[in-house]
């Protein structure tokens, strides 16, 4: 069944049994996946190509829709050291080499490298004790994940996809290169029904200071008549733009989803680019998951 066909059919009956599986067909396995592995905490995992190891990876509160917008999102520093113990243990890390406190003010950064990794904790100083951890990264160093310069002495760590897969159940969000340098961004509900889809140019997955990159509205166009031909998303109920300076965010409702297209260079002389496409289903059980 073509992707574009599948996907309006898993917007309109919310059956998702073969949804990774189609994207897969399309793009290839994800490069990403985020899974629950504690009330209130996910994990992001990024893989290699060849292997499906897990050669870095994100810990950090869930959003949620109960949760006010300026409200401090947190973690306990005990569950954050079980999940991390539980996915690299102590005697696979090799020897810590170095335990860094960079002093950021109002928050703290704990490194900790080791032979095979590189572990960095960031803390929020005016949280409650032992519940002020904002969020964790594990980098791996070892052969499988450092092909330039490898740590061969020490022995490969076993980390993959299927381990992953096998705690956690199935990921809530998967990501797919579709594109040189562009990425699909796949969140699914906890029936496994297609939520949000967003198309955005690649990023790191271990959050730093990154130029904002951009994309053709063409291509991103192309990418959106992939996924949701334009006589598949029916009647249009509304469309709006915001402005803000050269920015724009452009969105349309459509009887089942809401498109927003996020656009910079808006009315300067430079060529209009696009930063972000987002295509949100409006099915009752996405509603918490979007927000």
Do not use: W
């Not at 959106?224 to 915001?242: A, K, N, R, S």
Request: charged share 25%; hydrophobic share 35%.
């Amino acid at each position: 069944m073509p992707l574009s066909k599948l996907l309006l059919l898993l917007i309109a009956t919310g059956s998702a049994a073969q949804t990774t599986a189609q994207f897969s067909a399309s793009y290839g396995d994800p490069d990403s996946e985020q899974f629950v592995v504690s009330p209130g905490i996910v994990l992001m995992a990024g893989y290699d190509h060849e292997h499906r190891d897990v050669c870095a990876f994100l810990i950090k509160p869930k959003h949620s829709m109960q949760e006010s917008g300026d409200k401090e999102q947190s973690m306990a520093r005990g569950t954050v050291t079980r999940i991390i113990d539980e996915l690299i243990p102590q005697s696979e890390r090799g020897v810590l080499l170095n335990h860094l406190i960079e002093d950021l003010g109002a928050s703290e950064l704990q490194t900790f490298e080791y032979e095979n990794v590189v572990i960095n904790r960031y803390f929020i100083r005016y949280l409650r004790a032992n519940h002020d951890e904002r969020s964790a990264t594990v980098v791996r160093k070892d052969l499988t994940c450092n092909r330039i310069t490898p740590q061969i002495y020490m022995p490969v760590l076993e980390l993959t996809a299927l381990d992953l897969h096998a705690r956690y159940g199935d990921p809530d969000v998967e990501r797919f290169l579709v594109r040189p340098g562009i990425n699909l961004i796949v969140t699914y509900s906890p029936q496994r029904r297609v939520c949000e889809m967003i198309v955005e140019p690649e990023r790191s997955l271990i959050p730093h200071d990154e130029p904002e990159k951009d994309m053709p509205p063409e291509l991103a166009r192309e990418i959106l008549d992939e996924l949701l031909p334009e006589q598949t998303l029916g009647g249009v109920i509304t469309g709006y733009t915001l402005f803000t300076g050269g920015h724009a965010a452009r969105r349309t409702e459509y009887e089942s989803v809401v498109i927003t297209h996020v656009l910079v260079n808006v009315g300067s002389k430079k060529p209009e680019m696009e930063t972000r496409l987002t295509i949100e289903s409006k099915k009752s059980s996405c509603q918490a998951v979007n927000k």
